[in-house]
């Protein structure tokens, strides 16, 4: 089983939709748990990070954990053309040290339709 | 907002020759990091780096791999002997402090193609 799977997509959805993307995991020693939004040649940039289990709200996104099922969500709503992009999910563990090994989903393509 | 730096953006080289990667961290951080991405593929770890010394690296940085800071501002990563299978997306990035609520700031990118 893969440390973190993603559905790949891609997902393609009209504007205004709401857009539910999703990973799930293996290890349970994750516990940080975050979306990164990757545009078109870009590095991943940091949407939404949660702790453990529960929800995080900011603005149009919403993250959801789920550390009993293994399973993390990130919500949309109201999504815009702008919002086109892919969507990685990435985990760490709870590490001493200097170190903020990440691992990442393989990402998912969602295209927003004007 | 600060913003990593990468360069080149594009990078084409032999099998076999040594490249190095650039890279201009966000100033006031401490913690280093290079990631690649193979196309199609995952977002993958290759080292963490901080206090000029390693902190953790993968089973993919190998001997062939390196990672320096020469001085007050660059991060570079070295692959000595370039092989087809080092062709990937390279990405740097940053933090302030480590531990894994702490938001890493990642560049654009050197896309490595070795022929």
């Known amino acids: 089983q893969k440390e973190v799977e993603q559905d790949p997509g891609p997902l393609s959805v009209p504007e205004g939709a709401i857009v539910s993307l999703n990973c799930t995991y293996s290890?349970?020693?994750?516990?940080?748990f975050m979306w990164y939004r990757q545009y078109s040649r870009k590095g991943p940039e940091l949407l939404m990070y949660?702790?453990?289990?529960g929800n995080k709200e900011d603005g149009r996104f919403t993250a959801q954990v789920d550390k009993s099922s293994k399973y993390i969500s990130l919500f949309i709503r109201d999504s815009q053309p702008s919002d086109s992009a892919t969507y990685l999910c990435?985990?760490?563990?709870?590490?001493?040290?200097?170190?903020?090994?990440?691992?990442f989903g393989t990402g998912t393509l969602l295209a927003v339709q004007p | 907002e600060p913003e990593v730096t990468q360069t080149p953006s594009h990078q084409v080289t032999q099998m076999g020759q040594e490249v190095i990667l650039r890279c201009v961290p966000i100033?006031?951080?401490?913690?280093f990091y290079w990631y690649r991405q193979i196309l199609g593929q995952k977002v993958e770890f290759l080292v963490s780096?901080?206090?000029?010394?390693?902190?953790?690296k993968s089973e993919i940085f190998d001997d062939q791999f390196s990672v320096e800071r020469p001085d007050g501002s660059n991060f570079t990563l070295k692959i000595r002997s370039t092989k087809l299978e080092d062709s990937a997306m390279y990405f740097c990035?940053?933090?302030?402090?480590?531990?894994?609520?702490?938001?890493?700031?990642f560049g654009s990118g050197t896309q490595l193609s070795v022929l």
């Open positions: 990035a940053s933090s302030a402090r480590p531990g894994g609520n702490e938001k890493l700031f």
């Open positions: 290890n349970s020693a994750f516990q940080y």
């Open positions: 949660t702790y453990s289990s």
């Open positions: 990435a985990m760490s563990a709870l590490a001493g040290g200097a170190t903020n090994k990440l691992i």
């Open positions: 100033s006031n951080h401490l913690y």
């Open positions: 780096f901080y206090n000029n010394e390693i902190s953790e």
